[in-house]
């Protein structure tokens, strides 16, 4: 059964930083791009960053320069490292998988993680 599974998330305070994870389980994580998008309550589900097959990544202007995606493919996991996080980066995250190369984070992702809860606050 493919699975995909974030942690990592919690509070933390305003210019702290966090490291999300996304464990794959039932499938091999290597031929599929890796997005991260996150969403606030109410709001649309917004892309933040993606990494293709290759490493290729991609990051969005509100957290390029803060967040950094990166994978391990030997361990079939990828991760999100954020820095310098602000209140309005207080969102659920979540990881998803799209097969093939889409360095641009274009594209359907067809798998889905249950999301983490990241809160920004002091």
């Known amino acids: 059964q493919l699975q995909l599974v974030e942690s990592g998330g919690g509070l933390v305070q305003p210019g702290g930083s966090l490291t ?3 464990a794959a389980s039932g499938f091999t994580l290597d031929g599929y791009t ?3 998008f996150r969403q606030v309550p ?14 290729i990544s991609t990051n969005t202007y509100s957290v390029k320069g803060r967040f950094t995606v990166s ?24 990881c998803a ?11 359907r992702y067809d798998y889905w993680g249950q999301g983490t809860q990241v809160t920004v606050s002091s």
């Open 20 to 22: 999300l994870s996304c």
């Open 34 to 36: 890796v997005g991260w």
């Open 42 to 55: 109410g709001k649309e589900r917004e892309l933040v960053s993606c990494i293709d097959p290759d490493g």
């Open 71 to 94: 994978r391990e493919n030997s361990k079939n996991m990828a991760y999100l490292q954020m820095n310098s996080l602000r209140p309005w980066d207080t969102a659920i995250y979540y």
């Open 97 to 107: 998988i799209q097969w093939g190369f889409r360095s641009d984070c274009g594209g």
